[in-house]
């Protein structure tokens, strides 16, 4: 039987990824021959609120498909919960623990709100009665609505569903991408709530958002990306504290 000699910087990188809940290191990757992460590191620890913020084009919707899966990565690697995920499907993260809200074509119009929830809750098995009771405490209206097609929803609703139904697969870490985009201000503000509250129950949050400033105010760590490479990491109040993160990335 042979053995395989462990490297000494690789069980220090597999330390310091265990020490994380999601640990996604030094991701590179893109499409076809480009790449367009660089080194790219994500952490976020267990009931954190994490938020990548920068530039358009600057990589943030290609980081969260790398981490779940959707764009295999040339180098580096995501573990979560100290297990090595990075040569799995979307679908098997998924069973995995991580949830994915797209930012768009995030439901299904013709269906009811109560059948997208069905839907996420599909690599299930028993009764989902008591996680649709919480997806509606959660999000009160969809209740309201719940028989209604999630097409007729206003965007702010179909957010809400998105969310919901990516909780139904009742996730340890939840991935949102531009959560807020096209909604109202006071729509924002509240499904920012509604995120605090997904956290404090003990799910990770990764999100990208272009609402710079008011992601960072509920961020517990915030990672600015610029051309695919971190060019800033600290916790949401220091990001909005710095003077040089202010005046290039948050309209001074």
Do not use: W
């Not at 395989?4 to 330390?15: C, L, M, Y």
């Not at 009931?47 to 084009?57: D, L």
């Not at 580096?76 to 930012?103: N, W, Y």
């Amino acid at each position: 039987m042979s053995v395989t000699a462990t490297t000494p910087a690789e069980t220090a990188a597999a330390a310091a990824d265990a020490a994380h809940f999601l640990s996604a290191t030094a991701m590179r990757g893109g499409y076809g021959k480009a790449d367009i992460l660089h080194g790219c590191t994500l952490n976020v620890d267990k009931g954190q609120i994490a938020v990548i913020v920068g530039p358009n084009g600057a990589g943030k919707s290609t980081a969260m498909k790398a981490v779940f899966g959707m764009l295999p990565l040339r180098e580096g690697r995501v573990t979560l919960d100290g297990e090595d995920i990075t040569g799995l499907s979307p679908q098997d993260r998924v069973r995995k623990g991580m949830g994915f809200v797209p930012q768009v074509h995030n439901v299904f119009p013709s269906m009811t709100v109560e059948e997208n929830l069905e839907m996420g809750a599909f690599i299930r098995t028993g009764d989902i009665a008591a996680t649709m009771e919480q997806v509606y405490e959660l999000f009160p209206i969809l209740r309201t609505k719940r028989r209604q097609p999630a097409g007729e929803l206003s965007g702010g609703q179909r957010q809400q569903v998105a969310v919901g139904r990516a909780l139904m697969t009742r996730p340890r870490l939840l991935m949102l991408d531009e959560p807020t985009a096209g909604v109202s201000p006071i729509v924002m503000d509240e499904l920012f709530d509604r995120i605090i509250e997904i956290a404090r129950s003990g799910i990770s949050i990764l999100m990208v958002e272009q609402n710079a400033r008011q992601a960072l105010e509920i961020a517990d760590i915030g990672y600015v990306l610029v051309q695919g490479t971190n060019r800033y990491t600290d916790t949401g109040a220091a990001l909005m504290a710095d003077p040089e993160v202010r005046r290039t990335f948050l309209g001074g």
